[in-house]
Nanobody
Framework: QVQLVESGGGLVQAGGSLRLSCVAS????????MAWFRQAPGKEREFVAAISWSTITYYADSVKNRFTCSRDNAKNTVYLQMSSLKPEDTAVYFC????????????????????WGQGTQVTVSS
């Protein structure tokens, strides 16, 4: 199985930057897509960004041009570089991984992914 460990969350001022990391470990390493979702208090979990094994990226409109998702397969790590942060970006950010590649999955759907991290809190102050 795959374990996902996130880090990098914290408190940042509006307009600032923050980088989240997610390290995948286990005997079976996912060759599928990895993604970031977030959940604000009282709201549903929503898609943020995704990256395929071949590093093709996908972004929610709300974060496009502000967030950058990247992947280092040699380090089994996916990153989310966040810049120009806004208070509405405040949420718990979750890392997700799809075990298999192939097919035509919808990367924006939670059901696409097989493993999830514990979440890391990002708070953006006004």
């Amino acid at each position: 199985q795959v374990q996902l460990v996130e880090s990098g969350g914290g408190l940042v001022q509006a307009g600032g930057s923050l980088r989240l990391s997610c390290v995948a470990s286990g005997r079976i390493f996912s060759r599928g897509a990895m993604a970031w979702f977030r959940q604000a208090p009282g709201k549903e979990r929503e898609f943020v960004a995704a990256i395929s094994w071949s590093t093709i990226t996908y972004y929610a409109d709300s974060v496009k041009n502000r967030f950058t998702c990247s992947r280092d397969n040699a380090k089994n790590t996916v990153y989310l570089q966040m810049s120009s942060l806004k208070p509405e970006d405040t949420a718990v950010y979750f890392c997700a991984a799809r075990l298999f590649y192939g097919g035509s999955p919808d990367y924006t759907q939670q059901t696409t992914y097989d493993y999830w991290g514990q979440g890391t809190q990002v708070t953006v102050s006004s």
